[in-house]
């Protein structure tokens, strides 16, 4: 029989293997399956964090890095844009290599990591689960484990096998559709987000720089727009109009679950982690860093669960995010609730508000301290969770 | 090109969801969504399970490069989706 495994990741995007390098080097054994064959690729992302959120989590490696993010523009339907001081700065990433180096760390940990290992169910035991079904090249094949992970994503299935409900509400699945362009005027520092009904209702396109002339253009609108007009055509019309000279290096599909986190995130053996547990902030659409800070807090409870034999361990995980950043995140949600709602007019109307202030005030605590005595629309709400929560996640 | 039947274990299908491989990125947003786990996807296949279907739409309405579209039977798609 096959030897048991202490832990089983599904997925190997940064929670999978976030979790795997914290869990590897305590000493556990443990399994990663993805089941694509490359890991990293391909990148269904905008690629931007926050430096202090990643620096926290993992050394920063220079090769990670595309461009370095010291400003942002909040660009209105009618063309006004608004630069809020960022007071901090981030990165545009190169996925590809970075999903690529956590899966290499993971590695030198001890983790056991394999792809092209498709998990198509969970096998039942006594207490739980006793592991996982891996289809590979040469048909099916049982993997057991005693705490099983889904790290698998937005299209995560393992935590519905386990029996927790994690489907995403159409309302809260940010369609998106993302192309990489090049020889298109970009500003290496700056990140831009656009906001309006034409561009993209019920979300945002944003350009972020990759260095060289190329760049991150995409955007990601509700299911409830996707239902009227498909994301990729929205993205062609900007790109058209915007950048008629561009170069289309990719063009990729993707969703991220913009919903509060899952009421549950652990069920008996079970543990989820990432998109697959919906710990995205729902304003930012950003999970890189916060998935991988939910890993880690899965990962020291996965830890005291293994060492005490005792699964009920798992529920300080549960805890700690939700007392944490599972609270914020159902703040932002909230606010992510109503800036959906707003129209075109109101959003001009914000901010040519902002656009009044002194420019030394617009600063985001300037900016959001003025807005609150003369203005307390959400949008202030939402100057702040862009300028300081997809990029300083602690704020 | 997959093709689904016209009946479920329920009964006949009243709408039937097609899977345009060609267009489809793999990207699992439609997996995400689907309230019955009726989607499988591997890393470069997507299969409609078809027992599960319920022919709700959501997975048609998120999927951002209309790789997924109704078909009505009868209404004269059917013999088209076959080429
Ligand atoms: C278009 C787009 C733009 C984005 N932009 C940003 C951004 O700028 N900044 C940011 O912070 N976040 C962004 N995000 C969100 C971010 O990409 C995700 O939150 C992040 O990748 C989640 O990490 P994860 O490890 O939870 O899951 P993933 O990175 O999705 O990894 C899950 C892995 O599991 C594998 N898998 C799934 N099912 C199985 C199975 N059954 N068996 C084996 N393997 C399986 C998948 O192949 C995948 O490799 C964006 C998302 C999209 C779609
Ligand atoms: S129609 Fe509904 S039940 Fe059927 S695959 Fe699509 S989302 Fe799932
Ligand atoms: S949402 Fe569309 S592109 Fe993405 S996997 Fe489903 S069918 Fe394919």
Redesign the pocket.
């Known amino acids: 029989m096959s030897p048991v495994w202490d832990v089983i990741i599904v997925g190997a995007g940064p929670a999978g293997s976030t979790l795997a390098r914290t869990v590897a080097a305590a000493g556990y054994s443990v399994l990663m399956l993805e089941k694509d064959r490359d890991i990293g690729m391909p990148v269904r992302c905008g690629e931007a964090v926050s430096d202090t959120s990643l620096r926290e989590l993992v050394d920063v490696d220079p090769r990670w890095i595309a461009s370095t993010i010291r400003r942002f523009r909040l660009i209105a339907p009618d063309g006004n844009m608004v630069e809020p001081d960022l007071g901090g700065h981030g990165y545009v990433l190169e996925r590809r290599i970075f999903d690529y180096d956590l899966a290499r760390l993971a590695s030198e940990a001890g983790a056991v990591v394999r792809t092209k290992s498709y998990v198509d169910a969970l096998v039942p035991g006594e207490d739980g689960f006793a592991g996982v079904r891996v289809k590979g090249n040469n048909g099916a094949t049982i993997e057991r484990a005693r705490i099983i992970v889904g790290a698998d994503g937005v299209?995560s299935r393992v935590g519905r096998w386990a029996g927790l409900r994690t489907e995403t509400r159409l309302r809260d699945m940010e369609?998106c559709a993302q192309m990489t362009l090049s020889n298109i005027p970009v500003e290496d520092d700056a990140c831009d987000f656009y906001f309006g009904q034409s561009v993209a209702p019920m979300g945002y396109l944003w350009v972020f720089p990759k260095g060289r002339n190329t760049a991150n253009v995409g955007l990601g609108i509700s299911g409830m727009a996707a239902k009227k007009r498909s994301p990729l055509s929205y993205l062609q019309d900007f790109v058209a109009r915007t950048y008629p000279q561009a170069g289309i290096l990719t063009t990729v599909?993707?969703?991220v679950p913009c919903a509060a986190t899952l009421e549950s995130v652990v069920s008996r053996n079970v543990v989820l982690v990432g998109d697959a547990a919906h710990q995205v902030n729902p304003v930012s659409g950003g999970g890189i860093t916060s998935g991988m800070r939910a890993a880690r807090l899965a990962g020291e409870a996965v830890i005291a669960a293994l060492r005490e034999n005792s699964p009920q361990r798992l529920g300080d995980y549960q805890r700690q995010w939700d007392k944490g950043y599972g609270a914020k995140h159902r703040m932002y949600y909230r606010i992510k609730e109503a800036v959906h709602g707003y129209s075109d007019e109101t959003l001009n109307r914000i901010a040519a508000g902002v656009l009044a202030l002194k420019p030394e005030k617009r600063t985001i605590w300037g900016v959001f301290r003025v807005a609150l005595t003369r203005n307390p629309a959400l949008i202030w709400d939402m100057v702040r969770v862009f300028g300081l929560t997809s990029f300083d996640d602690d704020a | 090109m997959y093709i689904p039947s016209l009946f479920t274990r329920k009964g006949p299908r009243v709408l039937l969801i097609q899977?345009?491989d060609d267009?489809?990125?793999?990207?699992?947003?439609?997996?995400g969504v689907c309230p019955e786990d009726a989607?499988e996807?591997q890393e470069a296949r997507?299969t409609l399970i078809e027992d599960r279907c319920t022919n709700c739409a959501k997975?048609v309405w998120?999927?951002?490069?209309?790789?997924?579209i109704f078909l009505k039977p009868g209404a004269g798609v059917l013999p088209e989706a076959g080429k």
């Not at chain 2, 267009?23 to 997996?31: I, L």
């Not at chain 2, 998120?62 to 997924?68: G, M, N, Q």
């Open positions: 299209e369609c599909a993707g969703g | 899977i345009k267009a489809c990125d793999f990207c699992g947003c439609c997996v989607i996807l997507i997975c998120v999927c951002p490069f209309e790789a997924l």
